[in-house]
Structure formats: structure tokens, C-alpha cells
């Protein structure tokens, strides 16, 4: 089959296109509003830009939500990593409430503080990255007036609990079960991991940044340019 998405004429009884870049990493998000309050919400349009230094993106569609409104106009962000057994609280937190409601205390989630940004981050999530906002990009939709947002945040510091790690140090994928989303209602989760070592002539040196080994040597990090400011006036649809 072939279908144009301007088109929408894909014939099927779902649109397909959610169900294609999959699975997508869910990016629990933790903000602040001006106030202060707290708000957690799950984005699984959500990755990572680059690794030196590493950066992370998520991309709100919804035109009115507080996340990267609150990213935006505080300049900081959490990314709580969503888990299979946390699957339920995520959930939760996705519901679209006021400000004044607090989605950690809809969910039942206990907050810890963070160590470099003000937003807190969710006890029960075996790893957070604290960012920095860095800029946001504007898409067109096709719903007059409203954007969508891709906020981009540097990652400034992050978290690993200790019992996340495998003896070796690595990421413990299989034991926490990193929860993704398909498309439909369908998730998945972590659960098979294989080993594939890269071959050619670049075999050792894609082999080295395949893995994370250090490219240079740990120290003071040469200085990251300052943070573009954001080309988004605050009024705009979808911040
Ligand atoms: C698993 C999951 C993933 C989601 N991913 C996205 C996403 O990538 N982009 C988006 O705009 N909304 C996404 N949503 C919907 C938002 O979480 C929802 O609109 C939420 O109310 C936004 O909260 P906020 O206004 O506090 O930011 C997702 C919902 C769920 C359950």
C-alpha cells in the first residue's frame, strides 16, 4: 500500500504513522511553572541529540500543554525514565489537569529533590537526567493556529540508582524494563537484549563510541555554548 499523509488515504481503520517509528523511549517529564507547582507528564516523542555534551528533545503536538511552557519559561526540565512497573502511574500522570493539581499526587509518586535544576524528580524512576532548556523548534500542523513545540535541553547531570547498574557497570536494561510506547494503546518494554559488534574498517573506532568508552580524558569539560535564546514568544500556540 501507499498512502499520502496530506492525503490522510491510507484506507486502514487506524492512521498508521504512530505505529511505524517504533518503539519510542518515554520521556517523563518534570517541570515547574512559574509558581512553582509541580507537573509530571509522559512524552514519547523523545530522544536523544548528540552525546558530548549529551542533549535530549521532547516534542508536545497538543498546542496547550504545560510542559514545555513551564521548560520554556523556567529554562529547566527533568527526564524521569518510565519504566514497565511505573506503566500505571505514567498513565496517570497523562491525564491533561490544571495547573493547581499536582500529577505526582494524582499518581501517589514521592518526589526527591534535584541536585543542579529546581524541578524534582520521581523516587520510584531508576534514572533522571536534569536539563538545561536550550531552545525550542516550531512545526506547522495542520490545525489552524495551533504549533508543535520540540523543546531541546541540554542534560546537565544524571542519576543512576545503584541497583540499575549490573556488577560490570553497565545499564541494567533487562531488570528495569525501560517502557516504550507503539502505536494504537500498545506499549512494550526492554525485555531481549542481543550483541552485534560493528565489522568494517571503522570496526574499532565505531566500536569504542558504540559502547561509551571515553573519547578523552575526564576533567573540567571545555565550556558549552550558552543556550540560544529561544526564538518563541510566550504567546505562541502550543508553548
Ligand atoms: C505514554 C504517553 C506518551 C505521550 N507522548 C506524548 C508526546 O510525545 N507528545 C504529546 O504532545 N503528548 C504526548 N502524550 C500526551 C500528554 O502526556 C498529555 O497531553 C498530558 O496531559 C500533557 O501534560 P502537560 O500539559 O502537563 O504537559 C503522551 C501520553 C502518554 C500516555
Redesign the pocket.
Known amino acids: 500500500m501507499f498512502y499520502e499523509p496530506v492525503r490522510d488515504d491510507h484506507g486502514l481503520p487506524f492512521n498508521p504513522f504512530k505505529s511505524i517509528c517504533v518503539p ?1 523511549p ?1 520521556g517523563w ?1 518534570t ?1 515547574l511553572d512559574l509558581q512553582g507547582r509541580v ?8 530522544q536523544n541529540l548528540g552525546f558530548d555534551p549529551p542533549f535530549v528533545m ?5 498546542g ?5 511552557r ?1 521548560a520554556r519559561l523556567t529554562g529547566e526540565f527533568v527526564c524521569n525514565m ?1 519504566t514497565y512497573e511505573l506503566r500505571e502511574a ?2 496517570v ?5 490544571p495547573a493547581e493539581e499536582s ?1 505526582p499526587e494524582l499518581a501517589g509518586l514521592e518526589m526527591l529533590p534535584s541536585r543542579l535544576v529546581k524541578p524534582p524528580r520521581v523516587a520510584r524512576s531508576p534514572v533522571h537526567m536534569e536539563c538545561r532548556y536550550h531552545s525550542s523548534v516550531m512545526l506547522p500542523t495542520r490545525a489552524p493556529g495551533i504549533s ?1 513545540e520540540i523543546v531541546i535541553g541540554e542534560v546537565v547531570g544524571v542519576h543512576i540508582r545503584d541497583d540499575a547498574l549490573t556488577p560490570e557497570g553497565r545499564l541494567d536494561v533487562t531488570r528495569i524494563r525501560p ?1 516504550a ?1 507503539m502505536g494504537y494503546l500498545d ?1 512494550t518494554a526492554v525485555d531481549t537484549v542481543f550483541t552485534m559488534p560493528p565489522i568494517g574498517s571503522a570496526e574499532r573506532r565505531l566500536s569504542r563510541g558504540m559502547e561509551g568508552r571515553p573519547l578523552r580524558s575526564a576533567g573540567v569539560p571545555a565550556a558549552v555554548p550558552a543556550a540560544v535564546p529561544a526564538a518563541v514568544p510566550d504567546d505562541v500556540p502550543g508553548g
Not at 58 to 62: D, E, I, K, V, Y
Open positions: 519510542r518515554i517529564i517541570t507537573n509530571l507528564a509522559p512524552y514519547s516523542q523523545f521532547f516534542s508536545a503536538s497538543g496547550d500543554q504545560h510542559t514545555p513551564n518510565a505514567v498513565n500522570t497523562a491525564q491533561a489537569v500529577e508543535v517502557l510506547r506499549y
